[in-house]
């Protein structure tokens, strides 16, 4: 990366985020126009909302030049959200997320930012678990014990030596993004896993940086038996998908959906179709707007 100041493309899921919301995007559009050197864009990315979460986007949007948004009619889930985001890729030197919801800090993700665009890393990930972390309000009991189970889980599937793959906030470089793209799939929170393993598979170098995070309320995951099945049929899909058995899987298929509409989950996402019916346009640009406002272009 040149000595200029890296672009960067924040992407914010949101899902009936009308309460949440716009404190978030203030914060975030003000403290990195004041401490990111390089052009910044931030791309909310919305589908399904049943509340004015596009009112409160397209109020901000009207004051910072930096915000914009896309829209999905379909329930395409938090991680077919960011899968459409991320086709935006190609406007930015680093592109992140992070959720709607103001758990993490502007300061917390912009360390995740320095760390990839200061040292050879390919992607940056905040972490709840290392030593250093400040955790301000944890997640209630149940959710914290089913998180660590969920994490056994990925530990005994994937072997990554990541203490926490969930935490909302991740950084990676362009090019990791475009290289892994077309092996994300899993539309519903077990996405991280996928991205994570995607690029460790791909030979990416990601680094856990301790974070400050703090758990909100209002939370728009119901945590329950459907939920942790949900994860578990996701982390095997994505298990099998790297095995040698893959191939010869084909045939079960409609299982596989079937079981994922029981389970009231997004479907994982096949590339060679749209996941939405209002997709992403072909040239990456956002469809509901003219696309990333002054600033970014795809350089
Ligand atoms: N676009 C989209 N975003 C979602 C969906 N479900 C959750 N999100 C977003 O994902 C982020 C994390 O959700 P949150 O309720 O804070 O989860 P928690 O903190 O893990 O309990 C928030 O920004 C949500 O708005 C979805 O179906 N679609
Ligand atoms: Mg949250």
């Excluded at 914010?12 to 864009?41: K, M, S, T």
């Excluded at 992070?98 to 940056?124: E, M, N, R, W, Y």
């Excluded at 991740?170 to 077309?182: N, T």
Aim: charged residues 20%; glycine residues 6%; hydrophobic residues 40%.
């Amino acid at each position: 990366m040149s000595d200029v100041a890296p672009s960067l493309l924040l992407l914010i899921p949101a899902y009936n985020e009308e309460n949440r919301i716009g404190p978030v995007l203030e914060d975030y559009a003000e403290y990195f126009r004041q401490h990111h050197p390089g052009r910044f864009q931030m791309v909310v990315v919305l589908n399904g909302c049943r509340d004015n979460t596009l009112g409160v986007v397209q109020d901000a949007e009207r004051r910072h030049a930096c915000i914009t948004h896309t829209e999905f009619p379909g329930a395409i889930g938090k991680g077919g959200a960011l899968i459409e985001g991320l086709k935006l890729a190609p406007l930015a030197d680093l592109i992140g997320y992070v959720d709607a919801d103001g758990a993490t800090p502007p300061k917390a993700f912009h360390d995740l930012v320095q760390a990839v665009a200061s040292s050879p890393i390919d992607c940056a990930i905040a972490s709840r678990w290392l030593p250093g972390a400040v955790v301000h309000h944890f997640q209630p009991e149940n959710r914290r014990f089913a998180s660590r189970l969920f994490h056994l889980f990925v530990e005994l599937f994937f072997r990554m030596r990541i203490l926490d793959t969930q935490c909302g906030a991740k950084v990676m470089r362009r090019q990791a993004v475009e290289s892994i793209h077309d092996r994300l799939s899993l539309a519903d929170l077990a996405f991280d896993v996928n991205l994570l393993y995607s690029l460790t598979r791909a030979g990416f170098k990601i680094r856990e940086i301790a974070t400050e995070w703090s758990d909100k309320s209002g939370s728009k995951v119901v945590f329950n038996l459907r939920t942790s099945l949900n994860m578990l049929l996701s982390l095997v899909r994505l298990r099998l998908i790297y095995s040698p058995f893959y191939r010869w899987l084909g045939p079960l298929r409609p299982v596989e959906a079937w079981l994922y509409t029981q389970l009231r989950a997004p479907q994982p996402v096949r590339h060679s179709t749209s996941t939405g019916d209002a997709t992403v346009s072909s040239s990456g640009l956002p469809p509901s707007r003219s696309g990333p406002r002054d600033g970014i272009s795809a350089d």
